[in-house]
């Protein structure tokens, strides 16, 4: 890999209207502090993982902006997984790699911490470079399942008006109520005093039940498949789950699936080598891995 320590060390234009991270001056932590930080990591680790103890402080995620930057200009990471499903990771690629609409619009279906403004001007950055180093980019992973999209509630609600309308009413009244999630999260909404009362998982399973009764047996399963990963959604999420707030949603040992392994992403400071394996006849690409972002960092008005 080409270790591309000749990239420029300052900052790119964001076009968020926030000052920049690295242009900023404060923080919790020093230019010095953060350059030993860097080279310390880099000098022990294929692959780092970020994460932190709040997704309260805009500062947090300031030094992970500022850590990942050096990673890449000064140590020639080239590769950023993030805690988000392949799908989303996709519409992140097509803005850093091809410049396909702009960094904010890119976050539409991401997970909701991610949809801010800082976040929109870390892609930004990330496209600047791909566009000044197109034959050494930074590629973006994600390493969630695929998980439940809007379009899956709408395919399922447009095959009851299709196959059986006299029971859209009854399937909508558990759906309609329960993709709210993708926008607010459910425990957010339980802490806004906005959740409707009954548990989203107990929807989403009694919309499974009325699906597969209206399904005959020679029918194609993808319905199915798409109530399936809808229940999936719900039961997995942090209100699923038991748990009332989002600050205590994520265990650190957070399991990424790799192709052939089962890489087990440790507490922030601590990596693990990334085996060759994955990308067999070349040096895999240095990884920085991205868990808990900051929830409180300015959000986009979309």
């Keep these: 890999m080409n270790n591309d320590t000749a990239a420029p060390r300052g900052s790119f234009p964001s076009h968020t209207g926030l000052p920049d991270p690295q242009q900023a001056g404060v923080g919790p932590l020093s230019d010095a502090a953060l350059d030993e930080l860097a080279e310390r990591i880099a000098a022990a680790t294929t692959v780092v993982c970020i994460g932190e103890s709040t997704r309260f402080s805009r500062e947090t995620f300031g030094v992970r902006d500022q850590l990942f930057r050096r990673l890449v200009q000064r ?14 990771a996709a519409d992140l690629v097509r803005y850093v790699h091809a410049g396909a609409g702009d960094a904010a619009s890119a976050l539409d279906s991401a997970w909701r911490p991610w949809r ?41 609600l447009d095959h009851v008006r299709g196959s059986a309308p006299e029971r859209l009413a009854e399937v909508a009244s558990h759906l309609e109520p329960i993709r709210t999630a993708h926008p607010i999260d459910e425990h957010v909404q339980r802490a806004r005093g906005m959740h409707p009362g009954r548990p989203f998982a107990d929807h989403a399973r009694d919309a499974l039940a009325l699906i597969r009764s209206l399904l005959d047996a020679d029918h194609d399963d993808g319905i199915l498949a798409r109530m399936r990963l809808i229940v999936d959604f719900h039961e997995r999420s942090v209100a699923g789950q038991g748990f009332s707030t989002d600050d205590a949603q994520t265990p650190y040992s957070l399991r990424v699936g790799m ?3 089962d ?40």
């Design 75 to 88: 140590h020639g990471f080239r590769a950023l997984a993030i805690q988000d499903s392949v799908s989303v």
């Design 116 to 156: 801010t403004v800082e976040m929109a001007a870390a892609l930004e950055w990330i496209r600047a470079f791909n566009r000044d180093h197109p034959n050494d980019p930074i590629r973006i992973f994600g390493v969630n399942p695929v998980q439940a999209q809007p379009e899956d509630y709408d395919a399922v």
């Design 259 to 261: 192709p052939g392994h």
């Design 263 to 302: 890489h087990q992403c440790l507490p922030p400071r601590v990596g693990r080598r990334l085996p060759r394996e994955i990308n067999a006849g070349a040096p895999p690409p240095r990884l920085a891995f991205v868990a808990n972002p900051d929830a409180q960092a300015g959000q986009l008005n979309r």
